[in-house]
């Protein structure tokens, strides 16, 4: 009788991340967290559920229409997984920080779970590692904001990246002067969305809109590039909604040069992304050989109003795993993945090896033993396997003395003595052996 196995296969748009691969995303995590720690942001920790109805406050249509739902036995209510951590933040600060004085300097990181299409192959889970900066109300709140994600970018070692700046009330400006709705006004915004100059001209062909306006919609596909587009801008549009939106991105570029980040910035007033979401400076990030963006953010003043709290609010996420996409093969993330020493007991008494194993693990080194009994080549071959750096033999095998290091990488063994284990450069010098 012939059994039929079980489905074992993971649902279409997860992954497991094996060894190599989750301590690649934790050193990426590590280094974005380490900046945020260092501008003063403090982590908060979402729940994985929330009551659907509550999470829904927060989102818009478009994230709506991704997320997860199902019942709860015990209640009988909707449960959602959160598509999107920032209405969490919203939520949190607005019922469990309210009474703790403005401004929230908050960070996160975590995965959410999305719906998609199953034809695109995207993922349903996105790594999002972030920070909200809530109860400021300043152009240099917003700044600090594409600083950092300019810092968190350098410090991952990326030197070919730009930061797209937009400002969604100088689109939505020039949408409210042109007296478009319904499916007019949609059809537009989504010929914009694509810069689709023949979709734009068609939709004004179609329509009633006043020449002027006319004039600033034909204009927006182009107003992308450096500081030159400012001057074009200005030139472009007369309705003081956009005007006082070109006001507010140039105070933003002020301080971003102070910073002296401005080699980094392009600025693309065509931007519609964030048109229901944002209420003022938009950016993403985009690093050279990925065609997604690896960061996004902006201004959403009144996210936290929904939950019965009102408070400015500017913020942006990290894509992670778009991160990992470009960075996996870079040897300081392969350098992530090693492990310090394996310690090889050619003693009968584990006395000794587990005193070593203590020693080296209070100086910092990731060390295990080899417990299982084999001989010394399989265990050499378990340590390449295991991406662990040296063989740290303790008695005789295949050398001289009570200690001896085998680095892996090509086999060279190192003479050591019970001193040198107590050196403060240890692998410096086992690595110069």
């Known amino acids: 009788m012939t059994i039929t196995p079980p489905d074992i296969s993971l649902p279409r748009g997860v992954s497991d991340f094996l060894p190599d691969t989750a301590?690649?995303?934790?050193?990426?995590?590590?280094?974005?967290?380490?900046?945020?720690?260092l501008w003063g942001f403090r982590r908060v920790i979402a729940p994985k559920l929330e009551y659907e109805e509550v999470m829904a406050i927060g989102m818009g249509d478009e994230l709506k229409g991704k997320t997860y739902r199902f019942d709860d036995r015990q209640t009988g209510r909707l449960l959602a997984f959160p598509p999107d951590i920032t209405p969490q933040i919203a939520r949190i600060v607005a019922t469990r920080l309210r009474e703790w004085p403005l401004p929230h300097r908050i960070s996160y990181s975590g995965r959410v779970l999305r719906q998609t299409e199953q034809q695109t192959g995207r993922s349903r889970e996105i790594f999002q590692s972030g920070v909200e900066l809530i109860g400021l109300d300043s152009p240099?709140?917003?700044?600090?904001?594409?600083?950092?994600?300019?810092?968190?970018?350098?410090?991952?070692?990326?030197?070919?990246?730009?930061?797209?700046?937009?400002?969604?009330e100088f689109c939505r400006g020039i949408l409210a002067a042109s007296g478009l709705t319904g499916k007019p006004l949609q059809d537009l915004r989504q010929a914009m969305a694509r810069k689709d100059v023949t979709a734009i001209a068609k939709v004004l062909a179609e329509s009633n809109v006043p020449e002027e306006s006319r004039r600033e919609i034909t204009a927006l596909p182009r107003l992308f590039g450096g500081r030159e587009v400012l001057?074009?801008?200005?030139?472009?549009?007369?309705?003081?909604?956009?005007?006082?939106?070109?006001?507010?991105?140039?105070?933003?570029?002020?301080?971003?040069?102070?910073?002296?980040?401005?080699?980094?910035?392009?600025?693309d007033l065509g931007e519609t992304r964030g048109l229901d979401y944002h209420t003022g400076i938009t950016f993403e990030g985009f690093v050279t050989g990925l065609g997604e963006p690896v960061c996004s953010g902006g201004r959403y003043d009144n996210l936290t109003a929904r939950y019965g709290f009102p408070a400015p609010a500017t913020g942006f996420t990290f894509n992670v795993l778009n991160l990992l996409q470009i960075m996996e093969r870079r040897p300081d993330v392969e350098a992530s993945i090693s492990r310090d020493f394996l310690l090889f007991n050619c003693r009968?008494?584990?006395?000794?090896?587990?005193?070593?194993?203590?020693?080296?693990r209070l100086r910092g080194y990731a060390t295990a033993r080899d417990i299982i009994r084999r001989d010394y080549d399989s265990s050499l071959e378990y340590a390449r396997r295991m991406n662990i750096r040296c063989m740290l033999v303790i008695g005789?095998?295949?050398?001289?003395?009570?200690y001896h290091a085998v680095r892996i990488r090509d086999g060279r063994k190192v003479p050591l003595t019970r001193e040198d284990l107590e050196r403060a450069d240890l692998m410096g010098y086992i690595e110069a052996g």
Do not use: P, W
């Open 396 to 402: 005789s095998a295949a050398g001289n003395g009570d």
């Open 23 to 37: 301590a690649k995303i934790g050193y990426i995590e590590a280094k974005i967290r380490c900046v945020f720690e």
């Open 231 to 267: 001057a074009e801008a200005a030139g472009a549009v007369n309705n003081s909604r956009s005007r006082a939106a070109l006001d507010n991105l140039r105070q933003v570029l002020e301080i971003l040069d102070i910073h002296g980040i401005g080699d980094y910035l392009t600025i």
């Open 140 to 168: 240099e709140a917003d700044a600090e904001m594409v600083a950092m994600a300019v810092e968190a970018m350098q410090g991952l070692g990326f030197a070919d990246f730009k930061v797209d700046l937009g400002q969604v």
């Open 348 to 360: 009968d008494d584990r006395r000794e090896a587990l005193n070593v194993a203590r020693l080296l």
